[in-house]
């Protein structure tokens, strides 16, 4: 599939001798290192984990780079290890997961320890930043109430904004599987949400 | 959820639409009806959207720059990783386990087989232990051993043989040689000695011979001295028998 737009770095890091984060891999990380992160940070709930599964993507990508042939688009690869490291960190240490979404409920809203700053929230009225801390924790709490299989999809569909033809491509899976697991997402989603939404939005 | 209902149908026409107005616009005459008397469709359809736009939403957030020295340090790994799976893939070429042998002699069916396997796997020889970490502490050291261990035994070359036959022959040779030249020296020094003897014999005559009495006739007494090795001889003989030679005694002494 010579239409992927990152072929030719992608065929540089094939003919080179990658020694480290240099070169056109260095180039690729760059592209991909916040869509990797954003993405494993959605999936882990907490800077830690998305820390170890981005660290975790991005070295299998590069020892596997080499056996890359373009079967997929080379951005439907990388999405589709980044969600298989999160969910694989995230069954090793659901212990730890559970500790930090209580550690998030009791540092409250005005917390910025184990959060990242936002660029235009300091533009913003101070009582709209504290809804809008509350209401993104609150609708992480709901994607880690998802499944593995059902977070993967509502992450790279509603955050990564991917269409249901690439979802298909990262998770091997048939159009028809995007959208039923795409609408039980909803379903599980709507019983966390609604009531917060509700209030956000309409309220 | 029965996949065939018009509940379904109605869901998977706002995802196919999405993100599509809440009134049911756009959609069939049939779900549009549907919609009006579904209670729950009503409610998914208004809480569908404000879902995914709630997600759309959410902050991006930037990799931290810890990222960098974590991803760093995962290729690193990862390369240590390679090269102890490399060693072990060249130790297992070479040490194939007995029980390769033993399967391949006795082919077990497919299904006895798949059931057995756990049963067959061979195990870890000891010197793994030791390889695998000489691997990890010092790669580079382990690296040389393993080269060294390796090189292929060299066949002498062809000259060699003609060079060792050579050296052999000239030995030869020169033993012969130095045999032949002891034989010679014997034989000079047996006839040195007889000559030796003879003329001793005169000296001693004519040095022990002193005019005592004019008028007496001259009396000339001599000694006879027989000498079965230099060694037993007076060190003036042997002095005398060194000049008389031109030095072949003395070398024979020494
Ligand atoms: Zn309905």
């Known amino acids: 599939m010579h239409s992927d ?9 094939q003919q080179s001798l990658l020694e480290g984060l240099e070169g056109p ?32 993507t991005f070295g299998i990508v590069f020892r596997k780079i080499r056996e890359f042939r373009f079967e997929s688009k080379f951005s439907s690869w990388v999405y589709r290890v980044a969600v298989n490291a999160s969910i694989d960190l995230k069954r090793r240490s659901r212990g730890r997961e559970l500790a930090s979404l209580e550690a998030l409920d009791e540092l409250g809203p005005e917390s ?49 904004s991917l269409s249901y033809e690439q979802i298909a491509e990262v998770l091997q899976i048939s159009l028809g599987t995007v959208k039923s697991r795409l609408a039980r997402a909803h379903e599980v989603l709507d019983r966390e949400l609604t009531p917060v939404l509700d209030r956000y939005y309409l309220g | 959820m029965n996949s065939n209902s018009l509940c379904d149908r109605l869901r998977s026409a706002w995802l196919d639409a999405a993100p599509a107005p809440t009134d049911g616009a756009g959609l069939a005459e049939e779900l549009r009806a549907h919609l009006a008397g579904c209670a729950a469709c009503q409610r998914a359809l208004r809480a569908w959207p404000l879902a995914a736009r709630a997600l759309g939403e959410l902050p991006r957030h930037s990799a931290p720059r810890e990222l960098d020295s974590a991803v760093v340090a995962a290729i690193q790994a990862g390369a240590r990783t390679d090269r ?26 497919g299904e006895a087989r798949d059931e057995a396997a756990p049963m067959s796997r061979a195990s870890a020889p000891r010197v793994l232990d030791r390889l695998v970490s000489e691997e990890l502490s010092d790669p580079a050291k382990a690296r040389v051993r393993r080269h060294v261990g390796g090189l292929r035994r060299l066949s002498a070359p062809a000259q060699l043989t003609t060079l060792v036959e050579q050296r052999t022959r000239n030995e030869r040779a020169r033993s012969a040689a130095a045999a032949a030249l002891r034989v010679e020296v014997r034989r000079r020094l047996r006839m040195a000695l007889g000559a030796a ?47 008389l030679s031109s030095g072949l005694t003395q070398a024979q002494r020494d």
């Open chain 1, 5 to 13: 737009p990152d072929h030719k770095l992608i065929t540089a890091c």
């Open chain 1, 25 to 56: 891999f260095r180039e690729l990380y760059e592209l991909y290192k916040d869509r990797v992160y954003n993405v494993c940070y959605r999936i882990t709930g907490n800077p830690t984990d998305a820390l170890d599964a981005s660290q975790e």
């Open chain 1, 112 to 160: 910025e320890r184990v959060r990242h700053t936002v660029a235009d929230e300091r533009t913003e009225m101070p009582l709209r930043a504290a809804a809008r801390h509350e209401l993104e924790a609150e609708i992480q709490r709901a994607i880690s109430r998802l499944s593995p299989k059902l977070r993967g999809i509502t992450v790279l569909r509603y955050i990564e």
């Open chain 2, 84 to 109: 102890a799976v490399r060693a072990l893939e060249r130790l297992a070429r070479l040490t194939p386990p007995e029980q390769l042998a033993e399967a391949l002699e006795n082919p077990a069916s």
């Open chain 2, 197 to 243: 003897a003879a003329f001793a014999l005169v000296a001693i005559a004519l040095l022990v011979e002193r005019p005592e009495r004019p008028n007496e006739p001259k009396q000339r007494p001599f000694r006879v001295e027989r000498a079965s090795s230099l060694a037993s001889l007076s060190p003036m003989t042997r002095g005398m028998l060194d000049n």
